[in-house]
């Protein structure tokens, strides 16, 4: 359990490096990026993958649920909003998915499922 919390703890600490690597990285322009959108992402992924295959491959599977369920709700919510409301509750520009979703979230969202299950276990949950 010690070394799952050391682990958790790497995993955040490296993802919220890569992230503001990347603002560092980005932050003059204005306009989308492909090589800053790899440059989010491309760290968490990286630990994710060591993880996977270092540690348990089960962590690869809580990423791609995570992923998948992720995007599914992020769709959900962002067609319900708009067909209740008939307005948007956000917009994509690039890779969208009936406007209410990006394929490009996709990673985002596995890395959230897998920074969110490291922080339950190193609170005990």
Request: proline content about 2%; overall charge positive.
């Amino acid at each position: 359990m010690e070394q799952l919390s050391t682990l958790g703890f790497i995993f955040v600490v490296i993802t919220f490096v890569g992230f503001y690597l990347a603002y560092l990285y980005g932050r003059k322009t204005k306009s989308f990026r492909w090589s800053e959108y790899i440059a989010i992402i491309i760290w968490p992924l990286l630990t994710v993958l060591g993880l996977a295959y270092f540690v348990s491959s089960k962590i690869l599977s809580l990423f791609l649920i995570s992923a998948l369920a992720g995007f599914a709700l992020e769709y959900i919510i962002g067609l319900t909003y708009y067909k209740t409301l008939n307005r948007r509750l956000w917009t994509y520009g690039r890779l969208s998915v009936g406007g209410h979703s990006s394929l490009l979230s996709i990673p985002l969202w596995g890395v959230a499922g897998v920074m969110f299950w490291f922080i339950a276990k190193m609170v005990g949950l």
